[in-house]
């Protein structure tokens, strides 16, 4: 299935039986998707297409030690600015979204914005000695001055105790960080659960669904930028690893750059509530979130 985004992008849609695994790479014009364990079933051969960047799609079944392995081939325009892919919710769609140069919008690649979340009358999660708005801007206070001594411009949604709104009228974070332009964006946190001080450990999001093109087409980066941080975070903070995860928070959904939001420790839980009052590990903190971005960025 085809279909128009925008003026000049395309997204093909490839509907499989099963959830698939898949593998692409691209060379020249040629964009290749392989499936493996999956058979060409009903697909024709050959589409051709007189798209603004699609010319023709191509099926094609390998054996290869009794293993099949169906090749998708897409040929595309030189114009070609960017794709990305990726399956819907149930693993039975696949993606492949196609943009034209035109449509990359150019970003500030050295600055990060850091958003320490709540603030001001926004307490956050409420611990038994301290609230989540303070220990969320110590650390990313911190961990904008590491990122400065990288080379990396920082900017802070916040950088006092003031509150900024965020509600379903307005995103006021998003709204700085888009203003801003930068290459990427994190929004710092401290986790809680009401009533359930066993929960513990460190995790982090990133939302880039595949019924939104704009966040659909960073996948990648999203999803990049959070595996970097919850690896960095993980190895220096030694808490229990969550995990990387898609949840749509409203910073995440209204940011128009790879962005991703760090849960760093639970105040609910005891223990961790008193690693959060302790400067070292703060300073733990920080060191991961800036690492993780410096590896993201390759710097």
């Given at each position: 299935?085809?279909?128009?985004?925008?003026?000049?992008?395309e997204r093909l849609?490839?509907?499989?039986?099963?959830?698939?695994?898949?593998?692409?790479?691209?060379?020249?014009?040629?964009?290749?998707?392989?499936?493996?364990?999956?058979?060409?079933?009903?697909?024709?051969?050959?589409?051709?297409?007189?798209?603004?960047?699609?010319?023709?799609?191509?099926?094609?079944?390998?054996m290869r030690g009794g293993d099949r392995t169906t090749i998708i081939r897409i040929t595309t325009d030189s114009d070609l600015g960017k794709y990305t892919v990726g399956q819907s919710t149930d693993g039975r769609d696949l993606n492949i979204l196609l943009v034209?140069?035109?449509?990359?919008?150019?970003?500030?690649?050295?600055?990060?914005?850091?958003?320490?979340g709540h603030g001001g009358k926004d307490t956050g999660t409420r611990g038994?000695?301290?609230?989540?708005?303070?220990?969320?801007l110590k650390i990313?206070?911190?961990?904008?001055?590491?990122?400065?001594?990288?080379?990396?411009?920082?900017?802070?949604?916040?950088?006092?105790?003031?509150?900024?709104?965020?509600?379903?009228?307005?995103?006021?974070?998003?709204?700085?960080?888009?203003?801003?332009n930068p290459g990427l964006f994190v929004s710092i946190h401290a986790n809680g659960v009401p009533g359930n001080s066993a929960a513990q450990g460190t995790e982090t999001y990133y939302y880039a669904p595949?019924?939104?093109?704009?966040?659909?087409?960073?996948?990648?980066?999203?999803k990049s930028l959070a595996e970097n941080l919850q690896r960095q975070l993980v190895a220096k903070l030694k808490r229990p690893n969550r995990g990387v995860k898609q949840?749509?928070?409203?910073v995440l959904k209204n940011t128009t750059m790879p962005s991703a939001l760090v849960e760093v420790a639970f105040l609910s839980n005891p223990e961790e509530e008193s690693l959060l009052q302790q400067e070292y590990f703060l300073d733990l903190a920080a060191q991961a979130i800036a690492e993780g971005i410096a590896a993201y960025m390759g710097k």
């Open positions: 299935q085809r279909k128009s985004v925008g003026s000049s992008g849609v490839i509907k499989t039986l099963t959830p698939v695994q898949y593998s692409r790479s691209k060379s020249g014009d040629v964009i290749e998707i392989r499936l493996p364990g999956v058979l060409q079933g009903r697909a024709q051969d050959d589409y051709r297409y007189n798209g603004p960047l699609i010319k023709n799609v191509t099926f094609e079944e390998e034209d140069q035109g449509q990359i919008k150019a970003r500030r690649d050295n600055l990060v914005v850091l958003d320490p038994a000695h301290i609230n989540e708005k303070d220990v969320n990313a206070l911190k961990a904008g001055e590491l990122l400065r001594q990288k080379g990396i411009e920082v900017e802070y949604t916040r950088a006092t105790d003031i509150y900024l709104e965020l509600t379903k009228d307005r995103d006021e974070i998003s709204e700085i960080a888009n203003r801003l595949v019924d939104n093109d704009l966040l659909f087409l960073q996948y990648e980066e999203r949840n749509s928070y409203w």
